[in-house]
């Protein structure tokens, strides 16, 4: 049995979420090595992946009748797993990122309302003095600071949540090749 080399640097896709798997999530890293290597874990809707759309076009293929797959590559070599105690040991491992993004969803949700309230103060109204309208720019300026602060350290923690999920999902992915719970796939 081929020893699993995939990368733990930064996943080149991690989408997750209750989103259709067919919407534009995640985020994208140019900067790592391409050494082919992949996994997908789809649950229904949502999806969690180190690797590209193409891949998870290619595990959708092979879920099961309760809408569960963990499809990857390693080597050029196709496989999926089905065992239910690993996919929960994955799914478990990227909890708190998946907890992560939607919190930083909910923040950048809040920043939005806030900049449409920042443009309306400034383009003001006839009825507002000067002084009125500053005041409030002021006021929601300071709230979209601290927002972005509350952004800027929800992104470093799931930066480091992923990475520590990529690391156990790749220990997972070994031990379901070692135990022979990986089946071989064509492709």
């Given at each position: 049995?081929?020893?699993?080399?995939?990368s733990?640097?930064?996943?080149?896709h991690?989408?997750?979420g209750?989103r259709?798997t067919k919407?534009a999530?995640?985020?994208s890293?140019?900067d790592?090595?391409?050494?082919?290597?992949?996994y997908?874990?789809?649950q229904?809707?949502r999806?969690?992946?180190h690797?590209t759309?193409d891949d998870?076009?290619?595990?959708?293929?092979?879920i099961?009748?309760?809408g569960?797959v963990?499809?990857f590559r390693?080597n050029g070599v196709?496989y999926?797993?089905?065992d239910p105690?690993?996919?929960?040991?994955?799914r478990?491992?990227?909890?708190?990122s998946l907890?992560l993004r939607?919190a930083?969803?909910?923040?950048?949700?809040?920043q939005?309302?806030?900049?449409?309230q920042?443009?309306?103060s400034a383009a003001g109204?006839?009825?507002?003095?000067?002084?009125g309208?500053?005041s409030?720019?002021?006021a929601?300026?300071?709230?979209?600071?601290?927002l972005?602060?509350?952004?800027?350290?929800?992104a470093?923690?799931?930066?480091?949540?992923?990475?520590l999920a990529?690391?156990?999902?790749v220990?997972?992915l070994?031990?379901?090749?070692a135990s022979g719970r990986?089946?071989r796939v064509?492709?």
């Amino acid at each position: 049995m081929s020893a699993l080399a995939l990368s733990t640097s930064r996943p080149r896709h991690v989408a997750s979420g209750a989103r259709s798997t067919k919407a534009a999530c995640g985020s994208s890293a140019q900067d790592i090595q391409d050494d082919g290597d992949a996994y997908v874990l789809v649950q229904g809707e949502r999806h969690v992946m180190h690797g590209t759309t193409d891949d998870l076009q290619t595990a959708q293929r092979y879920i099961n009748a309760n809408g569960w797959v963990l499809w990857f590559r390693a080597n050029g070599v196709q496989y999926v797993v089905r065992d239910p105690g690993l996919l929960h040991r994955l799914r478990t491992g990227y909890a708190r990122s998946l907890q992560l993004r939607a919190a930083q969803d909910s923040l950048q949700a809040r920043q939005q309302a806030l900049a449409a309230q920042l443009a309306a103060s400034a383009a003001g109204t006839p009825a507002q003095t000067a002084q009125g309208a500053a005041s409030d720019t002021r006021a929601l300026a300071e709230q979209q600071r601290v927002l972005t602060q509350k952004q800027a350290v929800l992104a470093r923690k799931q930066a480091g949540a992923t990475r520590l999920a990529t690391r156990q999902a790749v220990s997972i992915l070994r031990e379901a090749l070692a135990s022979g719970r990986a089946t071989r796939v064509a492709g």
